[in-house]
């Protein structure tokens, strides 16, 4: 797996999405949030675009290394050209899409989340 850059980024857009949504619900770190955003555009097949115009805020190593190896699954080009870029662009399309959804302004807790439904997750398990 390649690794081009070494730090992980937010365009101002998605930083808003993140620092809202970390004070709001309650996330314990600002990592949590951003992979939530990854895992949100994993979820709803966000098509892969390369984002511009990003800060960083993380670097490789702080990264999560379960969804590395999700992202070497479900987008193995794209992760042997970059793995890291691949994360940053996921962690800023997710996070946008959560942005702007209908319910946005509403979510009061993590379960509410668009993916995260707890109570259907454990009734589709028994």
């Known amino acids: 797996v390649a690794a081009k850059k070494t730090n992980i980024g937010l365009t101002p857009e998605a930083r808003s999405v993140l620092d809202d949504l970390y004070d709001r619900l309650g996330f314990r ?3 949590h949030v951003r992979d939530i955003g990854v ?14 115009g990003t800060t960083n805020v993380w670097g490789a190593a702080q990264t999560s290394d ?14 042997e050209e970059d793995i890291y870029a691949l994360y940053e662009n996921l962690a800023n399309l997710g996070l946008e899409d959560l942005g702007k959804d209908k319910n946005y302004k509403r979510w009061k807790d993590i379960t509410e989340l668009p993916g995260l439904d707890v109570d259907t997750a454990d009734a589709e398990r028994s």
């Open 29 to 31: 770190e600002l990592a």
């Open 39 to 52: 895992a949100h555009a994993i979820r709803c097949g966000i098509k892969v675009k390369k984002v511009s």
């Open 66 to 79: 379960d969804l590395v190896a999700v992202l070497q699954v479900v987008y193995p080009e794209d992760a």
